[in-house]
Structures are given as C-alpha cells and as structure tokens.
C-alpha cells in the first residue's frame, strides 16, 4: 500500500532554515500536505502542493516537489521558538478519500 | 478556513464502559468525515471512513463492533469505543471534508479527544 516516510527528528537553531524531508511511494498522488501539530493539539493545514507543481511559496514556508522521485521538502525560513511542533506531510490519491499520513518529524528550535 | 470541534476533548472512563465521541463540521458540510487516533509521539492512523447517510468503511485491523462509528447528518460523525479497555487509551482525531468547493481536496481536522480508560 501506499506510504510516506520521514526523518523523526529535526533541531535548529533560532533565525535558521530548517528542511523537512519526506518521501512518499503513491505515483497518483494528487496533493501532497504538510500539517503542523503542537502539543495535545489537532493538525493545522500549513500548505498544500498540486501534483503538477514543483515549488510553492507562502510567505516564511517553501515547499518543493520532486514527483519523478517522489520527494517533497518543507523549508520554513528564519525558524522561531514558536515553530517547535511536529510537522507531518501526507498526500491524497483522489476526492473523498483519506489522508495517507508520514510519521512525522519533530522540530525543535533553541534560542 | 472550515472549523471543526470534537467533545469531549478529553475523557477519563473506567475499564468496560462506553465512551461517545462527538465531531462537528461548524460551518460547512461534511460528505465525509474520517477518524483517526494517534498513539504519542506516532503519526496519525486512519481507523474509518465515514459518509454521510451510509455504514462507515473500517481499516484492515479495526474492530467495527468495538469502534461504532454512525454520521447521521452532513454536520455530526459519532465515534463510539464500547466497551473500552486501558489499550484503548489514545488521542482521536476527526476530520471533515466537502466534496463539493473544495478543489484542494482539503480536510479540515478537529482538535482531537484524548481518552484514557482506567
């Protein structure tokens, strides 16, 4: 079945990058996601990519696609103590059907 | 974007009693709503899919007569662990989605239920 795999820890720096990988084995994914989750809380949608996209931007958060090796990347510019949470990525083959979901990567960011 | 709530966020229950999870889509309707738990520090496992009006569609491994799951409305999923035992304890995760506007496939998740059954 379908899978999506990622590093499980990731430590930064304040005022850094960070890069979160993930790597995914569904060809027909359609949207590819990177949910952000704090402590005892839900998931918060941070963005999204199209298939048929390579790069989005919004604002500090960079997302990279590479569908012939079905890699996706998140960069969150000048990281804050505040972005410290777990991040997952997860795509969608089609509507209607669920999220496949990584481990996901703890981000930890010092002052 | 989209709200959704769970009740109760957090409820502590003996060992063989039932527990009742709520899921709300708030400001939208739900065609589908998906049920997740998420053991700490792991990723998020689908247990169901539910749609509106039809029996939920349960993962390999998920116990249907343990884990009721009943979306009567466009707006309401249910979760209900019967029976509940300490290995049920987890954190439950409901996430809505529309089918129609919504172009990005998007799901909207609610804030999650933490049940610990003593």
Same mark, same amino acid.
């Given at each position: 079945g379908e899978d999506v795999e990622q590093s499980l820890f990731l430590s930064v720096?304040? +005022?850094?990058? @960070?890069?979160?990988?993930?790597? $995914?084995?569904? @060809? @027909? @994914?359609?949207?590819? $996601?990177? $949910?952000?989750?704090?402590? +005892?809380a839900g998931l918060q949608l941070l963005t999204y990519i199209f298939s048929n996209m390579d790069m989005k931007q919004d604002q500090r958060l960079t997302v990279l696609l590479n569908k012939k090796d079905k890699h996706l990347s998140l960069r969150i510019a000048d990281t804050q103590t505040g972005d410290s949470a777990i991040y997952f990525c997860a795509e969608i083959a089609q509507a209607g059907t669920a999220l496949i979901f990584g481990k996901g990567t703890t981000l930890s960011v010092s002052s | 974007g989209a709200v959704v709530s769970q009740h109760p966020s957090w409820v502590i229950c003996k060992s063989g009693t039932s527990v009742k999870i709520e899921c709300r889509s708030l400001d939208f309707q739900a065609t589908t709503m998906f049920w997740?738990? %998420?053991?700490?520090? %792991?990723?998020?496992?689908?247990?169901?899919?539910s749609n509106e009006g039809s029996k939920a569609t349960y993962e390999q491994g998920v116990e249907k007569d343990k884990f009721l799951i009943n979306h009567a409305s466009l707006t309401l999923s249910t979760l209900t662990v019967t029976s509940a035992h300490p290995e049920d304890s987890s954190f439950y995760i409901c996430s809505a989605a529309s089918t129609s506007g919504n172009p990005y496939n998007e799901q909207f998740f609610g804030p999650g239920t933490r049940l610990t059954v003593l």
């Amino acid at each position: 079945g379908e899978d999506v795999e990622q590093s499980l820890f990731l430590s930064v720096r304040e +005022g850094d990058s @960070s890069v979160i990988n993930c790597t $995914y084995t569904d @060809s @027909s @994914s359609t949207y590819l $996601y990177w $949910y952000k989750q704090e402590p +005892g809380a839900g998931l918060q949608l941070l963005t999204y990519i199209f298939s048929n996209m390579d790069m989005k931007q919004d604002q500090r958060l960079t997302v990279l696609l590479n569908k012939k090796d079905k890699h996706l990347s998140l960069r969150i510019a000048d990281t804050q103590t505040g972005d410290s949470a777990i991040y997952f990525c997860a795509e969608i083959a089609q509507a209607g059907t669920a999220l496949i979901f990584g481990k996901g990567t703890t981000l930890s960011v010092s002052s | 974007g989209a709200v959704v709530s769970q009740h109760p966020s957090w409820v502590i229950c003996k060992s063989g009693t039932s527990v009742k999870i709520e899921c709300r889509s708030l400001d939208f309707q739900a065609t589908t709503m998906f049920w997740y738990r %998420q053991f700490p520090k %792991q990723s998020l496992m689908l247990m169901a899919t539910s749609n509106e009006g039809s029996k939920a569609t349960y993962e390999q491994g998920v116990e249907k007569d343990k884990f009721l799951i009943n979306h009567a409305s466009l707006t309401l999923s249910t979760l209900t662990v019967t029976s509940a035992h300490p290995e049920d304890s987890s954190f439950y995760i409901c996430s809505a989605a529309s089918t129609s506007g919504n172009p990005y496939n998007e799901q909207f998740f609610g804030p999650g239920t933490r049940l610990t059954v003593l």
